[in-house]
C-alpha cells in the first residue's frame, strides 16, 4: 500500500511551533492536510495561553486571500497566533521596490522653501536645502552642501538611515519614527557632522562623519571597485 505524501510538517521548537508547507502540491491539497492536522484534539485548545506560529510556505506565493484563508485555517478556534509568514517569493512590486531602495540617486539641485523631495533608497544632494525645505528618503541623505531645512531618512521605518550634511543647521532632522527638533536648543552650525539612531534608545545624535565608521560599518560596500596604492 502506498503512503500517503505529507505536505505539512509541524515542528516544535522552544519558542513555539513551526510549519513547514510543501511548496510542490496544489493549494488546495495543502489547506486539506493542515485542516486535518490542526482539527486533532491537542490543537483544537482556544482558551489556553496562545502557542507562536511561524510559517515556512517556501517558493509558494501567497495573494492577499490566500494568506487570509491560511491565517484563518491556523488561528480559529485554536490557541495559535502567527509569528510570521515567509516566502522566498516576492510579487514583482515587492522587487521593483527592492531594487529601487538598494539604488543611490544623485541631485545636483536647490531644495527651495516650501518643496518637498521624496526619494525611494539613498540620496546625495549636492546643494543646499533651504528653510521651509524639506528631503524625505527611505534611506539615507547625504547633502553636500547646507542642511537648513528638514530632513527625515528611513520615513519607512529605516532606523539604520543616516542624515549627513556638510553644513548641518537644519530646523529639524527625522529618521524613522524619531524627531530631532533644534528649535529649542543651543546647536551651532557644525561642518561634516552626521545624525544617526543610537543604540537601544532610539535617540537620535549628532557626531562628526568619522564615526559613522564604527556606528554604521555596513555603508560601506563595493570594496572590489577599490584599488590602494
Do not use: W
Amino acid at each position: 500500500m502506498t503512503q500517503k505524501k505529507q505536505y505539512v510538517t509541524i515542528k516544535g521548537t522552544k519558542n513555539g511551533l513551526v510549519f513547514l508547507l510543501d511548496d510542490r502540491c496544489a493549494y488546495d491539497q495543502l489547506i486539506e492536510e493542515l485542516t486535518e492536522k490542526l482539527n486533532s484534539n491537542y490543537y483544537q485548545h482556544e482558551d489556553g495561553p496562545k502557542v507562536r506560529v511561524k510559517v515556512d510556505v517556501g517558493r509558494r506565493f501567497l495573494s492577499d486571500e490566500s494568506e487570509a484563508e491560511l491565517q484563518k485555517v491556523i488561528t480559529e478556534g485554536r490557541s495559535l497566533e502567527i509569528e510570521t509568514i515567509e516566502s522566498t517569493v516576492i510579487s514583482v512590486e515587492e522587487a521593483e521596490k527592492r531594487q529601487q531602495e538598494s539604488q543611490f540617486l544623485t541631485l545636483t539641485r536647490m531644495v527651495r522653501s516650501g518643496q518637498v523631495l521624496k526619494i525611494r533608497g539613498d540620496v546625495l544632494l549636492v546643494g543646499d536645502i533651504n528653510p521651509g525645505g524639506t528631503v524625505m528618503a527611505t534611506g539615507s541623505i547625504h547633502v553636500l552642501g547646507a542642511l537648513k531645512g528638514i530632513a527625515h531618512a528611513g520615513y519607512e521605518g529605516n532606523k539604520k538611515a543616516v542624515i549627513t550634511a556638510s553644513l548641518m543647521a537644519p530646523v529639524q532632522l527625522r529618521i524613522a519614527s524619531e524627531i530631532y527638533s533644534f528649535a529649542d536648543i543651543d546647536h551651532e552650525d557644525t561642518f561634516m557632522e552626521t545624525a544617526f539612531l543610537k543604540g537601544a534608545t532610539s535617540e537620535i545624535v549628532l557626531e562628526r562623519v568619522q564615526k559613522l565608521v564604527h556606528e554604521r560599518p555596513e555603508l560601506t560596500s563595493n570594496t572590489n571597485q577599490l584599488t590602494e596604492e
